[in-house]
């Protein structure tokens, strides 16, 4: 094909982009969706129900912003009250809530679940709306920084970085492995590298319990 055949190729194909009857409908088709919410990256802007408490919420902001006409970006509104992911079991689960700040993914529900927010229950829609903003829920953990507390699975072991304290509530522990510490241990109020033997009498005699 000439370049004088393609520069009339492209005018027809320009020119059939806004004529016939078929592109009208194709363009109310593509109105419709662009108003169908699905999936976005979002960031977390307010946090509530944190800690040992069932699942809560969060508001967050959506990152990809939209553009006007003239090309000039406008900022997304607030998406509030999404429900937001736990990895839980029954009664079991691991606990890392949501802090102002972080990145996530917001997906959009089919349905209106402002009922079934409430309930935490099986129940009808909340109306006929349909792939809407206000139906969404929180999945966290993209796009953001490196962890200054954290559980990581090297493959060759497990490791555990914590600022604070690290705490353990059980009926019982098992360790079956040897134990070192760069600290010391104590088994209620004995130290095991401060504690004293007394009755020590030179010997082939055996101590007393520490104390």
């Known amino acids: 094909m000439s370049g ?55 508001d967050a902001i959506p990152m990809v912003q ?41 997906v959009f529900a089919s349905r209106d679940i402002s009922n079934v927010k409430q309930a935490r229950a099986p129940g009808a829609p909340g109306s006929h709306r349909i792939h809407s903003w206000s139906d969404g829920l929180y999945i966290g953990g993209f796009l953001n920084g490196t962890p200054e507390e954290y559980i990581w699975l090297t493959g060759d072991g497990v490791k555990v970085q914590t600022k604070g304290e690290f705490s353990v509530s059980a009926s019982s522990a098992t360790f079956d492995c040897d134990i070192t510490t760069s600290g010391d241990v104590k088994a209620g109020s004995i130290s095991l590298t401060k504690h004293t033997h007394p009755g020590v009498q030179p010997g082939s005699g055996t101590t007393k319990a520490p104390e």
Do not use: C, H
């Open 4 to 58: 004088t055949d393609q520069s009339a190729y492209l005018g027809q194909a320009q020119a059939s982009d806004t004529a016939g009857s078929v592109n009208p409908i194709l363009f109310a088709i593509r109105q419709q969706m662009a108003r169908m919410a699905g999936a976005t990256l979002v960031q977390v802007k307010s946090v509530s129900a944190k800690g040992l408490e069932p699942v809560g919420f969060v």
């Open 66 to 106: 939209q553009v006007n006409g003239r090309g000039l970006l406008s900022p997304m509104p607030m998406i509030y009250n999404l429900p937001y992911l736990r990895l839980q079991g029954g009664k079991s689960a691991v606990i890392v809530d949501p802090i102002v700040g972080d990145i996530g993914l917001a």
